[in-house]
């Protein structure tokens, strides 16, 4: 019997809207969480096997974390396993073969259209600072340090050539922070916390003391 070791997972990167695929041997998922690392930076999810069982660690495109548990049958064997977020029923991406998976994402309205139009490295101003204040922001939200004032904060960010914005989608507002000059990063390196006002559009910079 002839096994296939090779998985195929497809993701949204709710960061840059764009459809991620990450290729992993199944030999290669353990206890330690395998991370999923977007093209733009973003670290975009995990993957961790747990006795018999896998999770699949993501976010929505609206930036909810989303968690899904596999019986190591399917996560393992099924040709083409389709990841739906359970709140609203969003497809998230695919899990399977590789050309299964290949020929979902091509027909699938939701992550076709946003392979093309995703960011890619050389995109970055200055890829460097942008990874670093991506690093940092990624760290602060796992912190739970990356909040909104408004009745049901919900902080997701996404990601331009020179800057990132932090936006609640609750209540719209945003903060802009520039990741294209060292300063930036050390601004950013710098930060504590950010915790936004409901409805507001803010530039991250020194006078905006209330962010930090
Ligand atoms: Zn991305
Ligand atoms: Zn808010």
């Known amino acids: 019997m002839i ?3 090779e998985r195929t997972l497809a993701l949204l990167c709710p960061a840059c809207q764009g459809t991620q695929f990450h290729e992993f041997s199944i030999f290669g998922i353990g206890h330690k969480p395998y991370p999923l690392q977007c093209r733009c930076g973003f670290a975009h999810g995990q993957v961790q096997r747990t006795g018999s069982r896998y999770t699949i660690n993501a976010f929505s495109l609206t930036g ?3 968690c899904l548990a596999f019986p190591a049958k399917e996560f393992l064997r099924a040709p083409l396993v389709v990841l739906i ?3 609203f029923g969003d497809n998230i991406g695919f899990l399977g073969r590789g050309r299964d998976v290949q020929e979902a994402v091509a027909n ?4 076709s259209q946003s392979s093309g139009d995703a960011l890619d490295v050389e995109d970055f101003e200055n890829p460097d600072v942008m990874y670093a204040v991506l690093a940092r922001l990624q760290q602060l939200a796992g912190e739970g340090k990356i909040t909104c004032r408004c009745d049901h904060p919900s902080v997701g960010i996404d990601i331009y050539p020179e800057k990132v914005e932090l936006v609640c ?4 507002s945003a903060v802009v922070i520039g990741a294209s000059a060292p300063y930036h990063q050390e601004r950013v390196a710098h930060l504590s916390e950010i915790v936004m006002e409901p409805s507001s559009y803010a530039y991250l910079s020194e006078r905006l003391k209330p962010l930090i």
């Open 3 to 5: 096994v296939e070791t």
């Open 64 to 66: 909810e974390h989303v």
């Open 85 to 87: 977020e359970p709140t």
């Open 108 to 111: 699938s309205d939701a992550l």
């Open 169 to 172: 989608s609750f209540c719209g």
